[in-house]
């Protein structure tokens, strides 16, 4: 006779430890595959077959006798590829340029890790067909845009966001919901960012405008009536390989004023340790948050900034650099100042006396008479323009350069005005290269001739103090 031994009962701690691991065992996958990562390594190489070797079968292959050479296309050419595709199918608007195609506008993309499998993120702007067979081709306009169509609905365009696999096939989309009571044209996405890594959550910042709303009547009010909105999509990897996009705005809120990843990173956090906050309230938090943190770095800056300095520091602003030298002659050292705005979009100068028992006597400040780091007004470099204050006897001078790219140099020299008592603009010098060319000019300009009187609280280096008779006249070109 066969005996079976019966099974013991397991212990209180057996079943407590059994609980923990398969608790464990079934949250792993979680772990293990929830995790969204965003590159910007795109793979830009590529071949050719065919190509011409020499001077002669270039001449020939211009001709049309023989083959063009056939290239291998690149991981972003593909994106693009794919995701114009998808979009002259959902697209309503017209290409002007070309009207047996639809009109979209790419934006920056990324390579994304979702789950351990390679997709890619691809924002794309283009109005949204409100059926299957509309068709808007734009309305010509002279002066004002009228964001009109032919067929007689209003132009639109909505900000919208594709995925692709590895393979360049799309397997999720998603048009950005923004709920504002007006009509509103998406002209950019400036910027993409993980928000939650582990739980598949990603940030998207869109910009748009109102296309009934008031049009700028300047330069310096373009732009102005521009909105910037972020806002979180949770990824979702189905079985079948398709990506469920989720818009979630229960943090956030929608609309919202975060320009930023940093902003909408900060209110996600403030979300998961106060999830009873409203949005309004998520907003105000983080308003005070940024606050802190500027002022905490302001009092680093007053921290490493000589103390003779500290008390002639702008509240807001942190120093960017301090300048030395004998202005008046009168064996004492003088400065200058160079303060930043904590979100870097202002320079201010301080010009200061100095006095025989060491302190400084303030004789100056200006608003604009120092650009900014990113107001070197090229496209095709990033330097920061500022580059010295001077201080010699008599005068101060700014200067401004950038070598790279647009090659240029701007030289504004200020002497003080004893009647006036201010330092005035005696004398300006703009210079420019061109490089390709090997070409250049410089012009010097004085007043009254080419400029009235202007004291250094008045000038704005960035718009124009030339009277319209020095416009266009050089000193000297070369």
Same mark, same amino acid.
């Given at each position: 006779?066969?005996?079976?031994?019966?099974?013991?009962?397991?212990?209180?701690? !057996?079943?407590?430890?059994?609980?923990?691991?398969?608790?464990?065992?079934?949250?792993?996958?979680?772990?293990? *595959?929830?995790?969204?990562?965003?590159?910007? !390594?795109? !793979?830009?190489?590529?071949?050719?077959?065919?190509?011409?070797?020499?001077?002669?079968?270039?001449?020939?292959?211009?001709?049309?006798?023989?083959?063009?050479?056939?290239?291998?296309?690149?991981?972003?050419?593909?994106?693009?590829?794919?995701?114009?595709?998808?979009?002259?199918?959902?697209?309503?608007?017209?290409?002007?340029?070309?009207?047996?195609?639809?009109?979209?506008?790419?934006?920056?993309?990324?390579?994304?890790?979702?789950?351990?499998?390679?997709?890619?993120?691809?924002?794309?702007?283009?109005?949204?067909?409100?059926?299957?067979?509309?068709?808007?081709?734009?309305?010509?306009?002279?002066?004002?845009?009228?964001?009109?169509?032919?067929?007689?609905?209003?132009?639109?365009?909505?900000? *919208?966001?594709?995925? &692709?696999?590895?393979?360049? #096939?799309?397997?999720?989309?998603?048009?950005?919901?923004?709920?504002?009571?007006?009509?509103?044209?998406?002209?950019?996405?400036?910027?993409?960012?993980?928000?939650?890594?582990?739980?598949?959550?990603?940030?998207?910042?869109?910009?748009?405008?109102?296309?009934?709303?008031?049009?700028?009547?300047?330069?310096? #009010?373009?732009?102005?009536?521009?909105?910037?909105?972020?806002?979180?999509?949770?990824?979702?990897?189905?079985?079948?390989?398709?990506?469920?996009?989720?818009?979630?705005?229960?943090?956030?809120?929608?609309?919202?004023?975060?320009?930023?990843?940093?902003?909408?990173?900060?209110?996600?956090?403030? %979300?998961?340790?106060?999830?009873?906050?409203?949005?309004?309230?998520?907003?105000?938090?983080?308003?005070? *948050?940024?606050?802190?943190?500027?002022?905490?770095?302001?009092?680093?800056?007053?921290?490493?900034?000589?103390?003779? &300095?500290?008390?002639?520091?702008?509240?807001?602003?942190?120093?960017?650099?301090?300048?030395?030298?004998?202005?008046?002659?009168?064996?004492?050292?003088?400065?200058?100042?160079?303060?930043?705005?904590?979100?870097?979009?202002?320079?201010?100068?301080?010009?200061?006396?100095?006095?025989?028992?060491?302190?400084?006597?303030?004789?100056?400040?200006?608003?604009?008479?120092?650009? %900014?780091?990113?107001?070197?007004?090229?496209?095709?470099?990033?330097?920061?323009?500022?580059? #010295?204050?001077?201080?010699?006897?008599?005068?101060?001078?700014?200067?401004?350069?950038?070598?790279?790219? !647009?090659?240029?140099?701007?030289?504004?020299?200020?002497?003080?005005?004893?009647?006036?008592?201010?330092?005035?603009?005696?004398?300006?010098?703009?210079?420019?290269?061109?490089?390709?060319?090997?070409?250049?000019?410089?012009?010097?300009?004085?007043?009254?001739?080419?400029?009235?009187?202007?004291?250094? #609280?008045?000038?704005?280096?960035?718009?124009? &103090?030339?009277?319209?008779?020095?416009?266009?006249?050089?000193?000297?070109?070369?």
């Amino acid at each position: 006779m066969k005996s079976t031994k019966k099974p013991t009962k397991p212990s209180r701690i !057996d079943r407590a430890f059994a609980q923990v691991l398969t608790a464990a065992c079934l949250s792993l996958p979680l772990w293990a *595959h929830a995790d969204v990562k965003l590159s910007s !390594d795109w !793979d830009e190489h590529y071949t050719c077959t065919g190509t011409s070797r020499n001077l002669v079968e270039l001449a020939e292959t211009q001709q049309g006798l023989r083959p063009r050479p056939v290239c291998t296309r690149t991981e972003s050419q593909k994106v693009r590829d794919a995701a114009a595709r998808s979009a002259r199918a959902r697209s309503a608007s017209v290409d002007r340029a070309d009207p047996t195609q639809r009109y979209f506008v790419n934006a920056l993309g990324f390579k994304m890790m979702l789950d351990g499998r390679q997709h890619y993120l691809e924002p794309i702007l283009f109005m949204t067909k409100s059926h299957p067979d509309e068709v808007c081709t734009p309305s010509d306009y002279t002066g004002r845009p009228t964001y009109r169509c032919d067929e007689g609905q209003r132009h639109t365009n909505d900000c *919208h966001v594709l995925i &692709f696999n590895d393979k360049f #096939e799309e397997v999720g989309y998603h048009r950005i919901e923004v709920k504002e009571p007006y009509q509103f044209f998406c002209n950019a996405v400036p910027a993409i960012g993980v928000g939650d890594a582990a739980n598949n959550l990603v940030l998207v910042t869109m910009q748009y405008f109102a296309i009934d709303g008031k049009p700028a009547s300047t330069i310096a #009010e373009l732009g102005q009536g521009w909105n910037r909105m972020t806002v979180a999509l949770r990824l979702e990897l189905q079985d079948n390989g398709r990506v469920l996009i989720r818009q979630e705005d229960d943090c956030l809120g929608n609309p919202n004023k975060y320009g930023l990843i940093r902003d909408a990173r900060t209110a996600l956090s403030i %979300c998961r340790a106060r999830p009873k906050l409203t949005p309004v309230q998520v907003a105000s938090a983080v308003e005070e *948050h940024n606050k802190m943190q500027l002022l905490i770095k302001e009092l680093r800056s007053r921290g490493n900034a000589p103390a003779k &300095f500290v008390p002639w520091m702008s509240s807001g602003y942190l120093l960017f650099s301090h300048h030395e030298g004998d202005l008046d002659g009168d064996g004492i050292a003088d400065a200058a100042l160079v303060l930043e705005s904590s979100d870097k979009s202002m320079r201010r100068l301080v010009i200061l006396k100095g006095l025989p028992d060491g302190s400084f006597a303030r004789t100056g400040v200006s608003d604009g008479v120092i650009l %900014c780091g990113e107001c070197n007004g090229s496209f095709r470099t990033t330097e920061d323009p500022f580059k #010295e204050v001077i201080l010699q006897k008599g005068k101060l001078v700014v200067r401004h350069e950038v070598a790279g790219g !647009d090659h240029w140099e701007r030289l504004l020299a200020f002497a003080w005005s004893r009647r006036d008592k201010q330092w005035q603009l005696v004398e300006y010098v703009d210079s420019r290269h061109e490089p390709l060319e090997q070409k250049g000019r410089k012009c010097t300009y004085t007043p009254p001739k080419d400029f009235g009187k202007i004291s250094i #609280e008045e000038i704005d280096v960035s718009r124009s &103090f030339l009277k319209s008779t020095a416009k266009g006249r050089c000193v000297s070109s070369y």
